[in-house]
């Protein structure tokens, strides 16, 4: 039956009534949940409809693919993970998905290209009223890392100067301007491109930092500050480096390992690694509270003598146990041990082939014996989320023979260097020394779980990817950098640049659940558990 005017305004207030009934009673008259938001069941905030709506604009990232690999035997700071966690925070801080797009290149060659297409058409979109949206730019250049940075992770820094193509190198500065010039957005990460500030640069693993923080945590854990002359610490430092060219050698003939060093790039990434480790550990060998078993490093050794205790690791872990075996002036056969507290192995990729050697020439025990409140199998609880890891204050390694008192007989070992009987031996230097790595490779987790090996280290990759996120939303809805604790203002060749950083994490047992399994980075099948 056809409603009269009056009827059809009578059933639409009725309408409204039932409808703010059930807003008062159930909160269930919201908007349509979209894919991914929460069920109607889970409680929500007044907010919620505010704080989940879509921001606008759009965000293209472009990366280097990551090589093809069969094995664990790398690191976990890879750009195929970076990318989805990216993804991820960029949709929590609501951006749709649809407007996040991301490539990936093998070379500058395509990376310029697909660059240069993206910008080009979202121009000719603009021109033709198809969308006027703002967009970020997200781009980490393409460059090509030798097989000793690789060691680290794709996240090294390189310069793009060294290795790229004329034409590939100008697409790209090109592509950036043009996009610049039209008032999108750029953010760079891990490399610079000369000629181009962009609105923000990531820094990502940096040599400098990668040494530092392996030294710093060797020194906390050995505790060299309680180290004398009398009794220092022995620490070897193993610093991968690519040999050089036959014409460099030819030049260096009869040149002095000294002089050598000088004519080798001291930016080169194991320049700057080593200057980070020098920085922490350098006083210490300066007023003898630490050397080194191969003498490799002296009182008088400064950052420049980088070279000293660098080599080429090979393609797999023999090359290291030579070199340790040298270094310690040990065989497999010997029955008589060098004396070392402390390997700084620079990254997990050499410190495969430390264990090894050690194993083979005879040292036995692991990390956890430095300190003794700590135990394997707590250790293990621990990450198995059975208990608590309580951990003490690290005692002083074993550093002589046998202690003698003034009768003749042995002291208490334990007492006079904190040491546990268990982990001394009295007539031979077996204890396993403290080793630090980078990488957090996959198949090396059991080994800091088993104490074998004292430390890695990553990226910290939720952090950055919130971070970035947050950037490029802020970029695209208020045209600026937002303030943030990981954001600094720093002058890069005269400029003013805005560089966000985040400390690298130190990666050894007592936190390796939660900085490992709990962000998901690894699986607990992974570590053993």
Not at 9 to 38: D, F, M
Not at 80 to 103: F, G, N, Q, V, W
Not at 499 to 511: H, I, Y
Request: net charge negative; proline share 5%; charged share 20%.
């Amino acid at each position: 039956m056809k409603k009269t005017g009056f009827a059809r305004h009578l059933s639409g207030l009725l309408a409204l009534l039932a409808c703010l009934v059930i807003v008062a009673s159930t909160g269930a008259c919201g908007p349509a949940l979209g894919k991914g938001e929460q069920s109607p069941s889970a409680p929500q905030s007044l907010a919620t409809p505010t704080a989940a709506a879509e921001v606008p604009g759009t965000v293209a990232i472009f990366t280097p693919s990551d090589g093809i690999t069969l094995s664990q035997h790398t690191p976990i700071n890879k750009w195929a993970a970076l990318i989805p966690e990216l993804k991820a925070a960029l949709s929590k801080e609501h951006l749709s998905s649809k407007r996040i797009d991301a490539y990936t290149s093998g070379n500058l060659e395509d990376q310029s290209k697909e660059l240069q297409d993206y910008v080009v058409n979202r121009l000719s979109e603009r021109k033709a009223g198809k969308s006027s949206e703002p967009t970020t730019l997200v781009v980490a250049p393409m460059t090509s890392p030798d097989s000793i940075t690789r060691q680290y992770g794709d996240y090294i820094s390189k310069s793009l100067d060294a290795d790229a193509k004329d034409k590939a190198r100008s697409r790209l500065v090109s592509s950036l301007r043009l996009a610049a010039g039209a008032g999108m957005h750029v953010v760079l990460m891990a490399n610079q491109v000369p000629g181009i500030q962009p609105d923000l640069f990531v820094q990502l693993s940096d040599a400098r930092a990668i040494g530092q923080m392996q030294a710093e945590k060797l020194a906390s854990k050995l505790e060299l500050d309680k180290a004398s002359k009398d009794n220092p610490c022995r620490i070897e430092i193993l610093l991968p480096n690519r040999p050089a060219d036959a014409s460099s050698a030819d030049k260096g003939a009869g040149a002095s390992r000294a002089e050598q060093g000088q004519q080798e790039d001291q930016n080169s990434f194991p320049a700057q690694a080593f200057a980070g480790i020098w920085q922490v550990l350098g006083p210490y060998f300066k007023d003898g509270r630490a050397d080194s078993p191969s003498g490799r490093l002296q009182a008088d050794s400064t950052e420049q003598d980088w070279q000293a205790v660098a080599f080429d690791p090979g393609k797999d872990a023999s090359a290291t146990g030579k070199e340790l075996a040298s270094r310690l002036s040990m065989n497999d056969g010997a029955k008589s041990h060098t004396e070392v507290d402390g390997i700084l192995a620079m990254n997990d990729f050499i410190v495969s082939g430390v264990v090894s050697e050690l194993r083979d020439l005879g040292y036995r025990g692991s990390s956890a014996d430095v300190n003794p409140e700590i135990s394997i199998s707590g250790i293990v609880g621990s990450m198995a989320g059975r208990q608590d890891l309580h951990r003490q204050r690290v005692p002083k390694p074993a550093h002589s023979p046998a202690n003698q008192n003034s009768t003749g007989s042995q002291t208490d070992s334990s007492q006079a260097t904190g040491k546990t009987q268990e982990s001394t031996s009295s007539d031979d230097h077996t204890a396993w020394p403290i080793i630090s790595g980078y990488g957090a490779y996959v198949d090396n987790i059991p080994q800091i779980v088993d104490g074998q090996q004292w430390m890695t280290g990553l990226e910290d990759r939720l952090g950055l990817a919130a971070d970035i996120a947050k950037a490029c939303v802020s970029l695209n809805s208020q045209g600026k950098v937002p303030a943030m604790d990981t954001i600094q203002t720093v002058n890069q060749d005269g400029k003013q640049v805005r560089r966000l950083s985040r400390p690298l994490v130190a990666v050894s047992a007592s936190n390796l659940k939660a900085t490992l399994i709990d962000t998901g980075y690894i699986k607990p099948a992974d570590a053993g558990l």
